[in-house]
């Protein structure tokens, strides 16, 4: 069988802001094609660590590799979509033109653009809601639309901060199948969350808090070396004394 190889590798990074000191010596692998889960409160530095990746900043010391290239770099922009904690929408607009700015910044034009529009909302469960302004979409709809926007371009690493946020259960379900789905296809997918039923469905975790990275393996692993029956029971091993 084939070794999956690693396309994110984060060196040794450490962040500072001012003289708080948000993320501490992380090192960490992300392989090709798994749904790597990032768990920890909220303040641990998961989303300054996320945005790294994305290229939207860099760390104070240490180096962060996606597919052996030094993050940031502009070569790497088409491989990767992020999905921000708060949704960046045109809200005076309709999903279609929110769509079509987005694809048009990703080069994408003609005949290609609009198949990819149809394929992200059919994905996300919006295509019946196209022509709405995004100012009449609920908060749910919002984050299924600013996740097919981070899809349109079809990234090999999907980084999603908190995807799921104020979303039901019904419909976290499905977004659960597309993620599954993209990672069948090959996608690697990066998602923070601070839910535990969440963390289950990730093939890895790491657990992080207060910027240190703590521990990392799969849901069961965690839970077996600590002899936990729950994520939530591990993360307290982990992270208690
Ligand atoms: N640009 C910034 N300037 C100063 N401090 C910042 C900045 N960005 C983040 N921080 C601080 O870094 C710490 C970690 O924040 P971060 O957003 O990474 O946490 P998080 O784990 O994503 O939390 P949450 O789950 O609430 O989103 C927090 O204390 C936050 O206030």
Redesign the pocket.
Known sequence: MEATKACISIRHVSKK??K?Q?LKEISLEIMEGEIFGLL??????????V?QLAGLDIPTSGENFLFEEKMPSLKLIEKIGYMA?SDALYEELSAKENLQFFSALYGLKGKNQQQRIEEVMKLVQLSNHLHKPVSNYSGGMKRRLSLAIALLHEPKILIL??PTVGIDPVLRKSIWEAFNELKNKGTTLIV?T?VMDEAEKCDRLGL?RD?RLIAVGTPEELKGKTNSATIEEAFLVYGGA
């Open positions: 802001f001012g708080q948000v920890g409160p909220s303040g641990a530095g998961k989303t300054t660590l945005k904690q901060d908190e923070t601070h992080i910027g």
